[in-house]
């Protein structure tokens, strides 16, 4: 099972980006899916983070500017970020909780990361 991250890069304050995480192999089921994220210095933090249910959460820092789905069919988790502002520079990481093959075991994952820079 693999985690493949994508969308990131530079754009302006007030600008938009919408990440990308397929998790591809012999996925049985995913569970829960989220969004990581570190900035130069700081702890890595959970940015957004979705159930198998559809049930999601944010850090209050981006909540009403990020939103994380997800295709069901493409195995792909979104995380739509909106308004953003160069406090959101940081490397995001995506995770996924994955049972594979005939196990009903899930083990966790996680993708490489994908450099967001938020500068004029």
């Known amino acids: 099972v693999q985690l493949q991250a994508s969308g990131g890069g530079l754009v302006q304050p007030g600008g938009s980006l919408r990440l990308s995480c397929k998790a591809s192999?012999?996925?049985?089921?995913?569970?829960?899916m989220a969004w990581y994220r570190r900035a130069p210095g700081n702890e890595r933090e959970l940015v957004a983070a979705?159930?198998?249910?559809?049930?999601?959460r944010y850090v209050d820092s981006v909540k009403d500017r990020f939103t994380i789905s997800m295709d069901n069919a493409k195995n792909t988790v979104y995380l739509r970020m909106n308004s953003l502002k160069p406090e959101d520079t940081a490397v995001y990481y995506c995770?996924?909780?994955?049972?594979?093959?005939?196990?009903?075991?899930?083990?966790?994952?996680w993708g490489q990361g994908t450099q967001v820079t938020v500068s004029s």
């Open positions: 995770n996924a909780d994955i049972s594979s093959g005939t196990s009903v075991a899930y083990y966790n994952y």
């Open positions: 979705r159930t198998s249910g559809g049930g999601t």
């Open positions: 192999g012999s996925i049985r089921r995913i569970g829960g």
